[in-house]
């Protein structure tokens, strides 16, 4: 079984992705590809296509609750690394919840872990 991530992909479809525009300016060690972001304030860039009424990550490939994943992973801002999934980590994860609930999709529980493979 794949990781529930990989059938899912809600939290990219869902939240306003904004961080420091230092994260996308490669001078500072920034990684997230400039082209890929817009300016939402002096300080803060966020993910195009994020921004939208209905939400939906430039980055993101795929079908949300089909199968989906992270178009540039090792490239993604850090608030998308702190987004934890519901359980993964015996916990759960409320921006996890809100975007599943929001796309139609059950929260994760404990029993989604018990046969998934490790991201
Ligand atoms: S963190 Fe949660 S909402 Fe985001 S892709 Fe994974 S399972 Fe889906
Ligand atoms: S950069 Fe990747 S992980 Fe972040 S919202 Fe976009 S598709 Fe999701």
Redesign the pocket.
């Given at each position: 079984m794949l990781h529930p991530c990989l059938s899912c992909?809600a939290?990219?479809a869902y939240f306003r992705?904004a961080f420091h525009w230092s994260e996308a300016d490669a001078a500072l060690g920034g990684v997230v590809p400039p082209e890929?972001t817009e300016t939402l304030d002096p300080h803060r860039l966020v993910?195009r296509g994020?921004q939208a009424s209905r939400p939906r990550?430039?980055?993101?490939q795929g079908t949300v609750g089909e199968a989906a994943h992270?178009?540039?992973?090792e490239r993604?801002?850090s608030?998308?690394r702190e987004v934890e999934p519901s359980w993964e980590f015996g916990r759960p994860s409320p921006q996890c919840d809100k975007a599943r609930l929001g796309h139609g999709l059950p929260a994760l529980t404990p029993a989604d872990w018990a046969s998934s493979s490790a991201a």
């Open positions: 992909g939290c990219c992705v890929l993910m994020t990550c430039v980055a993101l992270c178009g540039v992973y993604r801002p608030v998308c």
